[in-house]
């Protein structure tokens, strides 16, 4: 066996953005929610108060490699004026088991395939002529899937909250540097901003609901991505009564690992039979908002399935190691919200 191959973040970086992942991520879910293969129940490994790890694993049959990933977000490194996020993900041979190489992303290839569900989620639940998009949270998911949801519906507005007011300007100078044609604004109400929306994505690391099912109104899309284990919550349980359609990433794992979700259900104010599809259920058909007036809400924690998907597309491109064409702008991530100036 020979030795493993071993690529760092800032190749990796340079190899791969979300927009990369839209198709495959969608195929790996529709995979998953056919019943093919495995992605096991994240393991929370155990990290002081202050850090968060989690380790997620997944294999497909007929693929050449399955991958296992561990993912770590410490306050530390936060404080340091770094990346809060960092880890690696292991791709080993399908067949023998074998280690052949070791991705040390930094959390990049976990931020840009979450980031590919959401642009899913927007292009199968999103209303087509959605123009105001609201984005919670301040971090690299925030900025990621407000790049999402631009990318796959005619947004021209952008709404950013967050509870630090510096941390949203950043996000606001960083979104209107990718996309220009898009009006970002910070905003000081959550409340207002959901109301005025199309368009919601929630992206924190909140242990309180952020966003009242009473604000919600007909005809609105909800991506909540970030309350991704029992602890948090970004929606309160009256947004999960009052969806026409909620869609999951996984039957199975969402009620265990989204916190919110787990609340609502605990408070009745939905069952699991209420869930109405997995996202990877929605991918044939290709759009699955039925009416104007639907209230649509994606909770989404993640799949390990996800991690293969993005470990397949950029490990060729890093074996192949050919260069970008010059004047081409690295795909976004987190180092945009570290190197953009912020504006008010």
């Known amino acids: ?110 931020d840009v395939r979450t980031a590919a569900a959401g642009a899913l989620a927007a292009r199968l639940l999103a209303p087509r002529d959605a123009r105001t998009l609201a984005v919670l949270g301040t971090g690299v998911q925030a900025y990621l899937q407000a790049l999402a949801a631009i990318a796959e519906r005619p947004i021209d507005t952008v709404l950013v909250w967050g509870r630090r007011a510096d941390a949203a300007r950043t996000l606001r100078a960083a979104i209107s540097a990718r996309a220009p044609r898009v009006t970002a604004t910070v905003v000081a109400n959550a409340r207002e901003a959901v109301r005025l929306a199309d368009v919601i994505v929630t992206a924190t690391s909140s242990r309180r609901p952020i966003v009242a099912g009473s604000w919600l109104r007909p005809g609105q899309h909800v991506t909540a991505v970030g309350a991704d284990d029992a602890t948090k919550a970004e929606l309160d349980p009256e947004c999960f009564r009052r969806a026409d359609l909620l869609v999951v990433d996984s039957r199975a794992d969402a009620p265990v690992h989204a916190g919110d979700l787990r609340a609502a259900l605990a408070a009745h104010a939905v069952t699991e039979a209420g869930i109405g599809a997995e996202l990877g259920d929605l991918v044939p058909d290709g759009h699955a908002r039925r009416s104007g007036t639907q209230i649509t809400v994606a909770r989404l924690i993640g799949l390990g399935v996800q991690d293969l998907a993005a470990a397949e597309t950029v490990l060729p491109r890093l074996t192949a190691a050919t260069p970008p064409e010059a004047g081409t702008p690295p795909p976004a991530s987190v180092l945009d919200l570290h190197r953009t100036p912020e504006t008010s």
């Open 1 to 110: 066996m020979s030795a493993p191959q071993i690529f760092e973040a800032g190749a990796i970086r340079r190899a791969i953005g979300f927009e990369d992942l839209v198709d495959p991520v969608a195929g790996a879910l529709a995979a998953f929610s056919r019943g093919l293969g495995a992605s096991p129940l994240a393991v929370f490994a155990p990290a002081g108060p202050d850090g968060d790890v989690h380790v997620k694993s997944a294999w497909l049959p007929g693929r050449p490699v399955f991958t296992v990933k561990v993912a770590a977000w410490f306050a530390a490194r936060a404080a340091r004026g770094l990346p809060g996020g960092s880890g690696y993900v292991a791709v080993h041979d399908a067949a023998t088991g074998d280690l052949l190489a070791l991705l040390q992303d930094e959390h990049h290839l976990s």
